[in-house]
């Protein structure tokens, strides 16, 4: 069975400084990774995803995350964070299995940017 | 607008009642997926319809069911609701019957509130 940690509910940083998400997975088989954003009152927005294509993966708003196989990762990052990141970010796992698959979710890092 | 219509935006509603939300999928997406996000729970997968049938199940109470109809659109049927279902449940669709890589598009949720 797949599943996704995200350590750390709540990540304070300046405005700024560098944007660090963690996240890590379990899956039986080669998975696709995702990162969504949930601002307040809305739904979630995909901010970018892992398909074998590439390791390293460019999102929007300047996001980009790397996945280690090695170290089943596929940690969310930004050089320089800015007051509109403040948002819910969640990582998901999904992987084919039997023709058909479905999103996991992890439990969300709430991002807090600070002037 | 992501595509992804979802109403009603708010439901309140008392113990032991019944509610429908309603969901339209993206154009052209075939698979409908729900979710039920808590603060306790995260964000849960309840159940999976693809082109009107039901593909996949996940942690949906029996007091839920749910259904896909020829239009493609979706209701999520929950009875002898509790205070435990407040939640904000969150419908999304995608193209096939799996992520394929591409994850899912989301609708802006409806917030369900038991009093």
């Known amino acids: 069975a797949q599943s996704v940690t995200q350590l750390g509910s709540h990540v304070s940083v300046s405005e700024g400084a560098l944007v660090l998400l963690r996240c890590n997975y379990s899956?039986?088989?080669?998975?696709?990774l995702f990162w969504y954003v949930q601002y307040p009152n809305q739904g979630l927005q995909l901010l970018l995803k892992?398909?074998?294509?590439?390791?390293l993966v460019k999102g929007i708003n300047g996001f980009e995350a790397e996945f280690k196989k090695s170290e089943t990762s596929f940690h969310l990052t930004k050089p320089s964070a800015h007051m509109s990141d403040a948002a819910e970010y969640f990582c998901a796992v999904s992987d084919e299995d039997g023709g058909y698959s479905t999103l996991t979710f992890g439990k969300g890092t709430m991002l807090l940017v600070s002037p | 607008d992501s595509g992804v219509t979802q109403t009603p935006k708010h439901l309140i509603t008392a113990t032991g009642q019944r509610v429908t939300l309603r969901c339209s999928p993206r154009?052209?997406?075939?698979?409908v997926y729900w979710y039920q996000q808590s603060l306790d729970q995260g964000l849960q997968f309840l159940i999976q319809y693809y082109n009107g049938e039901e593909r996949a199940k996940g942690n949906i109470l029996e007091r839920f069911s749910a259904q896909q109809f020829p239009d493609l659109h979706s209701e999520l049927n929950l009875s002898s609701l509790e205070l435990g279902d407040s939640a904000l449940y969150f419908c999304?669709?995608?193209?096939?019957?799996?992520?394929?890589?591409?994850?899912?598009?989301f609708g802006s949720g409806t917030r369900l509130t038991v009093v």
């Open positions: 154009s052209g997406d075939l698979s």
């Open positions: 892992y398909t074998s294509a590439a390791t």
């Open positions: 899956s039986s088989v080669p998975p696709y």
């Open positions: 999304a669709s995608s193209a096939t019957f799996s992520t394929g890589g591409h994850g899912y598009t």
